[in-house]
């Protein structure tokens, strides 16, 4: 009977607990990572774990997508974004194995941990600003906060004055005012309507005007720009 071969891999609580295990194995200098060699011995256990149809946690995709990034970074003419990445991946190992060392400090007192309850003390904190700053430094965040405080005014009257005081035209008036010149059998270029228009909203309702002059037939309009009345239309 044919008997088949099994083997059990290695659990991590995360890619920095697997990173500092390789780094361990191998005996690399973990302030200056060689991220080749890294990067082969990781990659070798996520195709270990992806041959055993076992379920790769996303944060160990990510950190082998990192370390891609840092050797492909290594290899550019100035490496110097490569070198700052690898720095940074050391100072995270770093802090994770304090981390760790302190976690299994721990986890041998755990036995006493219970007999050794007392109340919280009351500790008062000193509450003195114990920093020195430049006085332009003083001026400047000053400013910056009396401009925050002016910010939630509400904007002054003189910012509403043109908004209220300005005249509405209507678009009654100016159907008035487009029939009148028309009236009589008169034609009239379109653009001489806009032409003798004060300000922007005189030209609007004109245009308006017009628009409903043509849609309920009291006026007409040639292939020449010019505008007429229909026979039939009283005046105004």
Same mark, same amino acid.
């Given at each position: 009977m044919e008997q088949s071969l099994s083997f059990k891999l290695e659990t991590f609580e995360g890619p920095l607990d697997l990173l500092l295990h390789l780094i361990a194995k191998n005996k690399l200098n973990i302030y200056d990572i060689s991220i080749c060699d890294l990067l082969e011995q990781y990659m070798e256990h996520i195709h270990a774990w992806q041959e055993q149809n076992m379920e790769i946690a996303s944060e160990f995709l990510e950190m082998a997508s990192r370390l891609v990034y840092i050797k492909s970074a290594s290899l550019l003419?100035?490496?110097? /974004?490569?070198? &700052?990445? =690898?720095?940074?991946?050391?100072?995270?190992?770093?802090?994770? &194995?304090?981390?760790? &060392?302190?976690?299994?400090?721990?986890?041998? $007192?755990?036995?006493?941990?219970?007999?050794? %309850? $007392?109340?919280?003390? =009351? %500790? /008062?904190?000193?509450?003195?600003?114990?920093?020195?700053? /430049?006085?332009?430094?003083?001026?400047?965040?000053y400013l910056a906060a009396v401009g925050r405080g002016l910010r939630r005014l509400p904007p002054p009257e003189a910012h509403f004055t043109p908004l209220v005081k300005k005249t509405v035209i209507s678009v009654s008036s100016r159907i008035v005012y487009v029939l009148r010149h028309l009236f009589g059998g008169k034609k009239l270029k379109l653009q001489s309507l806009f032409a003798r228009s004060q300000n922007r909203s005189e030209a609007v309702a004109t245009f308006l005007a017009v628009l409903e002059l043509i849609r309920e037939r009291r006026v007409a309009l040639d292939d020449n720009d010019e505008l007429a009345m229909v026979e039939g239309v009283d005046e105004p």
């Open positions: 003419p100035k490496p110097e /974004e490569a070198d &700052q990445l =690898k720095d940074q991946l050391a100072g995270e190992l770093l802090e994770y &194995q304090t981390c760790r &060392q302190l976690a299994a400090m721990l986890a041998a $007192r755990t036995e006493g941990f219970d007999r050794m %309850v $007392r109340e919280p003390a =009351k %500790v /008062e904190p000193d509450q003195t600003y114990l920093l020195t700053h /430049e006085p332009p430094m003083l001026a400047h965040y």
